[in-house]
């Protein structure tokens, strides 16, 4: 499941993720939404983050102490082990994009 979109889309080609209705969550999200509005829809969604614990994302961005200016993605390729690469597949080439967000 967590690969089903891999290989659908070239990475270094914006055209084909916006073709695979990439930043249609985006532009929803900046459009018509609040930052609380999305951290109410995130955490109703009950999406969890993709680190071992599976934190409730929609809780970590509730403490955030300034809403709509935490980080989103990119902290488990940094905090990973050298030479682990578990996230890169996931997020150079599967489309991040939900219709729930």
């Not at 829809?41 to 809780?59: A, K, N, V």
């Not at 980080?71 to 599967?94: N, T, Y």
């Amino acid at each position: 499941m967590v690969l089903e979109n891999a290989g659908y889309i070239d990475p270094e080609k914006i055209d084909d993720y916006i073709a695979r209705n990439g930043y249609k969550a985006l532009l929803i999200v900046l459009n018509e939404m609040t930052p609380s509005g999305v951290t109410h829809r995130i955490t109703e969604s009950e999406l969890r983050g993709r680190g071992g614990g599976g934190y409730p994302t929609g809780l970590k961005w509730a403490r955030c102490p300034r809403p709509g200016r935490c980080e989103i993605c990119g902290l488990q390729r940094r905090r990973g082990r050298p030479g682990a690469f578990m996230d890169r597949s996931v997020m150079e080439g599967d489309r991040i994009a939900s219709s729930k967000a």
